[in-house]
Each structure stands twice: as structure tokens, then as C-alpha cells.
DNA sequence: TAGTCACTCGCACACTGTACGACAACCTCG
DNA sequence: CGAGGTTGTCGTACAGTGTGCGAGTGACTA
């Protein structure tokens, strides 16, 4: 088995005092939280460390791979309850929430997990738990992947839009309410020919961004939920 | 209303032969394309279309604004079936195959499309027809924009990570068994504690990759069609 | 005390987006 | 015809980027 970025291990008690990869880790952690891919470099990252800029490459392989590490670490984050606790639809639905919750709080992560596939130990472990909670439904086996695998892209397709409305918002540095009357404003006047979306648009304005986005995503988990039980043991 | 990248117009006929947006924002998408976002670089763009590089700019703001257009471009591309041809049900799944073949046609689009809203005319006039289509279904207007927004999220969702896959299969320029098979591997290795997760992956060896993305679409699509319909005048 | 391992880091390379300002080609007006 | 303005091109430059290379340093082992 050839070594990777998963499988590589280092002495446990370090000589003198040292940076370590869950140091690096963490940090970089921070920084994309706060200032997005964008405002991640190897110099900036390694400054905040107070060590040299290519210092960093002794723990870590690329930058690409520190990402994957990232992104694993987020994976840990998500909880997916037993389903002897509440069984599997509501258990699916707060496994929904985790996940969307936890892509809120990284914003960074649908800019870069969309670009690789997610194979480090917590994506394992999460999909492991994934697969007790939907395989409580009583799905086929081949149909609790199938039932796993489309909540998740839902869940994360949902999140991922949410990321780009709320981002931009945001970066404006405006109030809420100022950005998105201003966007508004912008989308009817290309849409001045599309009745329906104009009126969309409009019935947006009124409302409250934050409840709004997790009606949404409420809105389309259930009825995919329904879809799903409806195909138990058919 | 301030000027922006959309409302922007030129004079009809250019002097000279120069530069044009259209033909920059083509070379680009053939650019993107091929060589995915990290190919495309304004200098490389602008070469390939025997120009200075600087060039472009006098054409678009900036490498980000033509981004922008490159994905209205896309938005421009999938078809909406008219919901009196075959119902909005069957509409909406023609639909839903629809905006995912154009993700995969453009693989670069995940990556770029979760960091900015889409208010592109074709976006817009996307959205006009989406709106016809599920409006046929009978919901009342606000389970119409949640309808479209759901299944939108979740066949961007899907196609995203579907592309993920099969981006690493591509760049990695060897055969997809033999791609497939190492990746499997590998996964194994971190999964060593969690057999459903083995079992899981075992079943996917076997199959053909190309059917088995798309079984996992249509089924997740399918389910949440189906979970839509039964709120119809609920 | 000598040697080896674990780790740090300065330098350099090839590349990025894009601001700036000089320049040229064409159109319009007198 | 000539003057001025508009439209468009582009060379140079700046402040960054990821990371390969090789020299250096501190600590542990034999």
C-alpha cells in the first residue's frame, strides 16, 4: 500500500518544540473560516505560525493536500444520530441539519470539495453512520446507498447555494437588507421581460433572509424524505 | 441604474477587426472546458486569440466578470420543456437531465458557480421557464419557487459530485477501471473499521461507472418528484 | 565525540491578475 | 483636406502565488 496523506504517521513526542500538522492544520482552519480560499497562502499561513514560509511543506505535501485535510476535518463535525434513538426519518433530518449546519459555518468548502473525490478517515466514518441511520429504513442494500447518497448531494447542493447568497452579502460589507434590495434591483432589471420571476423575486424581498433560506431547505429535505419512504419494501 | 456587466453594449459595427466579447467569452469556455479553471489564465486566453494580454480588460472588468458570463453562458444552454408537451412531471425530469448534462459538459462549474450568485439574463430567463413548468403542477406560488429551488439543488448537488468523481478519473489520465480500482483501494485502507462502508464500495466496483452515476440521479430525482407531487394542493 | 535524523528556512523560478499610460487606427466635424 | 475625439491595443510593472532545492541547525543515539 503505497503511503498517502491519510496513511502517514509522525514520531509522537517531537524533539524540541516544533510546528505539527494538526497545528498547521488548525490554523489554516481559521484563516479559510475568516477570509475564505482566497485569503489562504502557504506565506500567510505560515506567518500567522511564526515559521518560514516553506517550512510548512515538511508536514504537509501541497496545499492541495492540506485542503483535503481541511475538508476531512469538517466531515468530523457532522453528527448522525442512532436510529435506535429516534429512528431513521428524523434521524435523517437531523443528520440534514448538521450537515447544512456545518457547511454554514465553512463557507469555503463548496468552492473546493466539488473538485475532489472525499476519501480521508472522517469522510469514512461519517458515511459508515450514514449507512446504519438510512439502512434502519428498511431499503434494500443497494437502495440505502442510494437513499444516503441523494440526501447528501441535496443537503449539500442546498447549503452550497446558500453559501453564494449569504458570501456575497458578506464580502458587500453591507447591511443585509441594503445587499439584497440592491441585487434584487439588479436581477429585475434583467429579468424585466419574466413576469414569474419578477414576482419570485418580489415575494423574497418581504421576508427575512435567514428563515427564508432554511424554509427552503426544509421544504425540499422533507419532500425528498416522503420520496425516499415510499420506496421502503416496494 | 448603474452599469454592469450585463447591461453593457457596444456599437454594432467595430471599426477594425478587434477583439469582441463574444469571441473571448467563446475561446474562454473551449479554454475551460478542456483544461478546467486552473487552465484558464488571461495571459494563455489572450495568446490563443493573438492578443496582447492585457487586451481583454478594455472587453471585461475582470477575470472574475468574465466568469460570470462564462457561466450565464451555461445557464443559456439547458432546455425547459414547456409543460403542455408531456406534463410537468416528465417535464421536470427532462429538466433535471438537462441541467445535469450541461454540468458535466462543463466541469468546471461547481467550482465557481457556489461563490456568486447567478442574476445572468439566461439565469434569468432559466428561472422564467422553470417557473412555467412546475407552476403547471398545481402549487400554490411560493411551493412553485420552493419546487424549482429543490430539485435545482439537488441536480446541481448531484451532478457536482458526480463530476468530482470523474474530474480525478480524467486527470488522472489512466483508464477508469484501473482508476477506480486504486481509489477503491485506497478507501478500503482508511475504512479498514466499517464494514458497511467496505461492503458499500465492493458493490461499486463491479459496476459500470457511467450507469451507476446516473442510476444514483435518477433515483434521488425520482424520489424527490415523487415527494413534490404528493404536496400538490395538499 | 561523531554521526544521523527531524526539521527549518532563504532563495529562486515560473507564474498569476491587473493598473497605468503610451500609442495607433478609425470616425466625425469643420 | 486636417483636427480632435473615440475606440481599442499592448508593454511594462507591481505585488502577489505555490513550491523545488539545498544549506543549515538542534537534538538524540551509538
Redesign the interface.
Known amino acids: ?1 503505497r503511503e ?1 496523506i ?2 502517514r504517521q509522525r514520531s509522537a513526542a517531537p524533539a524540541r518544540e516544533t510546528l505539527s500538522r494538526e497545528q498547521i492544520v488548525k490554523t489554516a482552519m481559521e484563516v479559510l473560516d475568516g477570509e475564505g480560499v482566497a485569503g489562504l497562502s502557504m506565506r500567510k499561513l505560515a506567518a500567522r505560525l511564526g515559521a518560514g514560509a516553506t517550512s510548512l511543506y515538511w508536514h504537509v505535501p501541497t496545499k492541495d493536500d492540506l485542503v483535503d485535510l481541511l475538508i476531512d476535518q469538517v466531515w468530523g463535525e457532522i453528527d448522525v444520530p442512532e436510529p435506535e434513538l429516534a429512528g431513521w426519518r428524523s434521524g435523517a433530518l437531523l443528520f440534514g441539519h448538521s450537515l447544512r449546519s456545518a457547511v454554514l459555518r465553512h463557507p469555503w468548502l ?2 473546493v ?5 472525499s ?3 472522517n469522510a ?2 461519517l ?2 453512520r450514514g ?2 441511520l438510512f ?1 434502519a429504513a428498511g431499503f434494500t ?7 444516503m ?2 440526501v ?7 447549503a ?2 446558500e ?3 449569504r ?2 452579502v458578506r464580502k458587500s460589507g453591507r447591511s443585509e437588507e441594503s445587499w439584497v434590495s440592491e ?1 434584487l ?3 429585475q ?3 424585466t421581460d ?4 419578477q ?2 423575486v418580489r ?1 423574497r424581498t418581504s421576508v427575512n433572509l435567514d428563515s427564508e433560506l432554511t ?2 431547505f426544509v ?2 429535505l ?7 419512504q ?2 421502503v419494501m416496494k
Do not use: C, H, K
Not at 113 to 117: A, I, K, L, N, Q
Not at 194 to 197: A, E, I, V, W
Open positions: 500500500m498517502t491519510w496513511t463548496p468552492e470539495m466539488y473538485t475532489r473525490p476519501i480521508g478517515p469514512m466514518a458515511g459508515e449507512l446504519v439502512g442494500p443497494r437502495e440505502v446507498d442510494l437513499a447518497g441523494s447528501m448531494s441535496y443537503v449539500l447542493g442546498t452550497s447555494a453559501v453564494a447568497t458570501e456575497m441585487l434591483e439588479q436581477a432589471s434583467v429579468a419574466y413576469p414569474r420571476m414576482e419570485s415575494r424554509g427552503n421544504f425540499g422533507d419532500a425528498l424524505l416522503d420520496g425516499l415510499s420506496r
